[in-house]
């Protein structure tokens, strides 16, 4: 298995793989739309200040994660000092969990951000996705909130590089 950049060619097949994934965890999200970074997919990871690498298996995709430029949409968090990302579309198929795989894609994409000048690595989850905040976690990020709504409870953290 090789971590790989998404090339110009391969963005059909990783949107459906990327969009999928997202059904999965969140189905009634998917039934919302395409979010904008995956319907703007060039021009936010590949001609964009984002990065999105994909690791194929066999021919087929079975892991993904991305970063692209925080967009202060959480009035709680200030980091317009700092040049801050925001990870996303971390998705690991369920056949290829438990052997590192999310923790490889993650140092991967850190050391992207680190070249690209990144100050701090910033995401957000869910306590209902099993295992998420403690792998994050363990890879260096802190919790600095957890929204109060009792549904989603959006747990953010962050890094700083």
Known sequence: MIIQPVTLECIPEVLTFVLNARAELFPKLSASGVPDDLARFEATYIQGDGRFLVVRHDDHFVAAIGYLPYDHRFPQLDYRARKTVEVVRLFVLP???????????????????????????????????????????????????????????????????
């Open 95 to 161: 056949a290829f969990r438990r052997f590192g795989l999310a923790g490889m894609l993650y140092r991967e994409l850190g050391a992207l951000a680190r070249a690209d000048g990144v100050e701090v690595m910033y995401l957000h989850t869910h306590p209902f996705l099993p295992g998420a905040i403690d792998f994050w976690v363990r890879q260096g990020f802190t919790i600095i909130d957890v929204d109060p709504d009792p549904v989603w409870q959006t747990t953010h953290l962050h890094r700083p590089l």
